[in-house]
């Protein structure tokens, strides 16, 4: 896959098919040409979204979409990073197999949480600024709880899922996750009984899995090596407002020690504390340029605990002070 592309797998357009869409009605209702589908390129972020957005134009309503797709889609039809989640050994192992291969899949991430009885699954786009359409977001959590179904040959539910945006016939969703549905929040979340995560799968395939998690692991680490410093920046965006993102907690975040996330931005010729000082200084630009922000709102929101450490930054940033900047570029007052 190439930076910022993304590929369709196969298995989409034979689930499309089983439904009685064709590739060229989808095709039509995306403005896509029919040979980007049938040639099964990568198509940038924009595009992929209106695939999806597509899709659910189509079917008519997002929540019947999300079910149909995510049971008709048929498990022999599985991508490799998918294989690798539905031939785990249990329901935890998969899907933490999903979150780690999900990364050679964006431009959805996932961040799962286990505490206490639950186990919850956000889901987060690697580039905020573009956010996918609610039948993407929708799809990628059903997959999630029919992975667990299908793995298990249980009929399992969740405990609770959450949606950002409406997400068309709620109680067709909520029959099929089998718990209540809150639309309006503030993540796409999807959270799960914990003790399921410990139900072993039927569909084990220790041999298989020892061919597929070496190659998945080099591709993911060829990958990561190219962008670390870009998740790292994206993990310090998300993070900053307030927070105390150490190289320790990135680290974490990122599935590596903080020595060798540290060795590894070394050979990539930066180091942690310039990548922190950059997005530092890109958000500040970012948050000045909205004269609704006072300077003290953008101290705090780039991660500084007072504003006298944030205008010595500044003044080593762009050798002027805050509100000097905003003045000279934008011709903001700032004597209020």
């Not at 993304?6 to 034979?14: C, D, E, S």
């Not at 972020?45 to 999806?52: H, M």
């Not at 905020?128 to 359409?133: F, L």
């Not at 310039?274 to 200084?281: A, E, G, K, W, Y």
Request: charged share 25%; aromatic share 10%.
């Amino acid at each position: 896959m190439k930076s910022g592309r993304i590929k369709l797998p196969p298995g989409f357009w034979v689930g499309l098919q089983q439904l009685g869409i064709a590739p060229h009605e989808l095709a039509r209702k995306a403005r896509l040409p029919l040979t980007m589908i049938t040639d099964q390129v990568a198509v940038p972020t924009a595009q992929y979204f209106r695939i999806w957005q597509a899709y659910a134009d189509l079917v008519g309503d997002t929540a019947i979409g999300i079910i149909k797709l995510a049971t008709v889609f048929e498990t022999a039809q599985y991508p490799p990073t998918v294989l690798a989640t539905y031939h785990a050994c249990n329901y935890r192992d998969a899907l933490t197999r999903m979150a780690r291969y999900k990364q050679l899949c964006p431009p959805e991430n996932l961040r799962i949480i286990e505490e206490e009885e639950s186990c919850t699954i956000e889901l987060e786009w690697m580039h905020s600024e573009q956010i996918g359409p609610p039948v993407l977001v929708g799809t990628t959590l059903a997959f999630l709880l029919e992975l667990g179904r299908r793995g298990t040959g249980q009929p399992l539910t969740a405990r609770s899922v959450e949606f950002v945006d409406a997400m068309g016939d709620v109680k067709a969703l909520e029959a099929y996750f089998g718990c209540p549905i809150r639309i309006g929040a503030t993540v796409n979340r999807l959270t799960l009984h914990r003790r399921d995560l410990d139900r072993p799968f039927i569909s084990y395939n220790k041999e298989l899995l020892e061919i597929l998690t070496p190659v998945l692991d080099q591709s993911l680490d060829e990958q990561c090596s190219r962008s670390i410093p870009k998740m790292v920046k994206w993990i310090l965006k998300r993070g900053l407002t307030g927070g105390h993102l150490d190289v320790r907690a990135v680290a974490s975040e990122l599935g590596m020690s903080d020595r060798t996330l540290q060795r590894r931005l070394t050979e990539e010729g930066t180091t942690f504390k310039q990548l922190l000082n950059q997005v530092r200084h890109e958000q500040a630009l970012e948050y000045l340029a909205d004269p609704t922000f006072d300077i003290k709102e953008v101290a705090f929101l780039i991660g500084y605990e007072d504003q006298n450490s944030f205008y010595r930054a500044f003044r080593l940033w762009e050798g002027k002070t805050p509100s000097n900047w905003r003045s000279d570029y934008f011709g903001i007052d700032t004597s209020s």
